[in-house]
């Protein structure tokens, strides 16, 4: 029989305020610190929401990704991650409380494709507004959780997702404007989201 897997390493967590409670709607990119996954579009586009007011349900942002210390093979990570820490600074702190910076142990694969798991399972909506992509394995892995994902029209992706029906795409990953737009739909309107979430881990399945 398989052996228990235990989470024993701690999450780095920056935040300006208190972590999500389990009830608060969670949106969650997982992903390298990479420019192409462009960390810093999806906090911007997200403080839009909380900016004008329509921050949906409470919902607060959680951007995921491998610690820098641990990725011997990703020199750009750390000044990606860098440059993301800093743009959330500038936020104004009744948006910067609402978005959080998480970087994951990465010494152990099953632990944190456990602490993955969790969060993926957790999250309202997950997003991937990368500019680049092949296969979208985080996508993939959402879709399987049954969770609605919006994700750019970019590589891959395009082929995981039906636009609509098992997921939204967003055409130009760039217009953060049409982001802020789709994401709040999503967390506005949790009959539709859960539709799509259903047809996602059908589309995987089969």
């Known amino acids: 029989c398989a052996l228990p897997i235990w989470v024993r390493r701690a999450v780095r967590f920056l935040t300006d305020g208190p972590p999500p409670a389990p009830d608060t709607p969670l949106v969650l990119q997982v992903s390298r610190w990479d420019p192409l996954k462009d960390p810093c579009g999806v906090m911007h ?14 919902a607060q942002l959680m951007l995921a990704g491998p610690s820098v210390e641990g990725v011997a093979d990703d020199p750009e990570a750390a000044d990606v991650l860098e440059e993301t820490v800093a743009a959330w600074r500038l936020l104004p702190q009744p948006v910067r409380r609402l978005i959080h910076l998480v970087s994951l142990p990465t010494d152990d694969t099953d632990e944190n494709a456990l602490i993955v798991n969790a969060l993926q399972r957790h999250a309202t909506v997950v997003v991937q507004k990368s500019l680049q992509e092949g296969f979208g394995l985080t996508v993939a892995e959402a879709m399987w959780k049954a969770r609605p994902v919006l994700a750019s029209a970019v590589g891959g992706i ?31 309107e949790p009959e539709r989201a859960a539709r799509l979430g259903a047809a996602a881990r059908e589309r995987v399945r089969s």
């Open 158 to 188: 395009q082929d995981q997702i039906e636009d609509g029906v098992s997921g939204v795409l967003l055409r130009d990953p760039r217009d953060l404007d049409a982001f802020a737009r789709e994401l709040s739909a999503l967390l506005d």
């Open 45 to 58: 586009g997200f403080a839009k929401l909380v900016v004008d007011g329509h921050a949906p349900r409470g």
